[in-house]
């Protein structure tokens, strides 16, 4: 068992590193300042990137760090899930930055349908566009009106008429709704037909112009909007679309939704771990600096135990997600689900428990917005529910370990 991230992973890992260091980092600031001023409420229609992204996508494009996600060498850039890991790691640093190198949610994990599971069609049409970040894109899976925890619940209808298929349903948190450049989403809903309820739903491409499809509002976390792209409630009203945007078959949805969340949770619980990074170093930085009743921060309370603790609960997330990520680049996600759902729980966790620490060593500090901490501890929150509830992988964890010893 070697789940070491290789040499061309590590030379990748300097390129990017360097790449934070002179163009990010310094974007950083001026970032949160550009949407806190624009884009603060929830009129998404007129929500605007920051005018200097493009000209970051473009650099990142020249150094070949573009699509550093996808494991195909034309297409991407070749790196396995464990080659990619610490490159989302670094990523996750400075909240929202994948974009900057077309690594972000959903647009990875729609890629990455299209890229397994879509036919050449859907590929020239809605892939290569999205690889070239020309256009954005949607997934619309979580609902309203049922718990959404439990994916057989889901209600949306997608069924075939004729040479169409016609969707009817509401969706919400579906993130990048928002964006001026979103084209394209992927929704998930039962189609009637099968006894199996693992059988009964199918994903659909669905233009957003396509009549029928209405923006009803964007969502707001802890009262952030997460412009621009930002998380919205979309409806479907006898939405009509050809067949030949079925992505593989009717009743297939379940499936390609497994193959879908494996290598993304691993970006997902990277990123966290980058974040988490981060926090952890801004409050040993902030505690070694500052002083109250006669004494550094870093003297009192505990701290130094406080500190402790979030280097070791860090280093064993990494470690539990690099095996996870060896797992599945070894035998594929069907067989690394166990890893998967336990990282689900233990990264984002962490990155809540370091971020609330390095908050309380930041003081009001820690509230406001002069540091990343309150974006990340948003993003840790969101996460314990975005990727499903840390009680539904538990419960995965613990079926899969009852089968080993009482099948």
């Not at 310094?26 to 970032?31: K, S, T």
């Not at 080659?83 to 190198?101: D, H, K, T």
């Not at 566009?129 to 949607?138: D, F, N, R, Y």
Request: glycine share 8%.
């Amino acid at each position: 068992m070697n789940f070491q991230p290789s040499q061309r992973s590590q030379e990748y890992l300097q390129k990017l590193k360097a790449f934070m260091k002179e163009h990010v980092l310094p974007f950083e600031r001026e970032y949160i300042e550009y949407h806190k001023e624009h884009n603060a409420d929830g009129k998404w229609q007129s929500w605007t990137e920051h005018p200097k992204l493009e000209k970051l996508k473009n650099k990142a494009k020249e150094a070949g760090l573009w699509n550093l996600f996808l494991p195909d060498p034309e297409l991407g850039q070749g790196l396995s899930v464990l080659e990619y890991a610490p490159l989302a790691e670094e990523m996750g640093r400075v909240y929202n930055s994948a974009e900057i190198f077309n690594c972000n949610a959903p647009d990875t994990g729609n890629m990455e349908v299209l890229y397994h599971f879509g036919s050449e069609e859907q590929k020239e049409q809605w892939l290569t566009p999205l690889l070239e970040g020309e256009i954005k894109s949607v997934f619309c899976m979580t609902e309203p009106d049922v718990a959404s925890s439990d994916a057989t619940n889901i209600e949306t209808s997608i069924e075939p008429d004729g040479d169409d298929i016609v969707i009817n349903g509401k969706k919400w948190w579906s993130t990048g709704l928002g964006h001026a450049d979103a084209k394209v989403a992927i929704v998930m809903g039962k189609t009637k037909g099968s006894e199996n309820k693992h059988q009964q739903h199918s994903m659909v491409l669905v233009p957003l112009d396509t009549p029928g499809v209405e923006i009803k509002r964007m969502l707001t976390t802890f009262g952030a909007y997460d412009p621009p792209a930002g998380h919205g409630e979309v409806h479907f009203k006898n939405v009509r679309v050809p067949k030949g945007n079925l992505i593989q078959d009717f009743g297939a949805g379940f499936a390609i939704a497994q193959g879908r969340l494996g290598p993304g949770r691993i970006h997902h619980c990277m990123r966290c771990i980058g974040a988490a990074e981060r926090a952890l170093e801004l409050a040993i930085i902030r505690s070694g600096t500052r002083q109250a009743f006669g004494k550094l921060l870093a003297q009192l309370g505990g701290n130094s135990e406080r500190f402790a603790k979030a280097r070791i609960d860090i280093d064993q997330a990494r470690l539990l997600t690099h095996y996870a990520a060896w797992k599945i680049d070894q035998v594929g996600v069907k067989e690394s689900m166990t890893e998967i759902s336990a990282i689900k729980v233990v990264a984002p966790n962490v990155l809540q428990e370091v971020t609330d620490m390095a908050m309380q060593i930041h003081g009001g500090a820690g509230l406001s917005d002069d540091f990343p901490l309150t974006s990340f501890f948003i993003q840790a929150r969101a996460l314990r529910l975005a990727d499903g509830p840390d009680e539904v992988h538990q419960r995965m964890i613990s079926r899969l370990e009852f089968k080993k010893y009482l099948s």
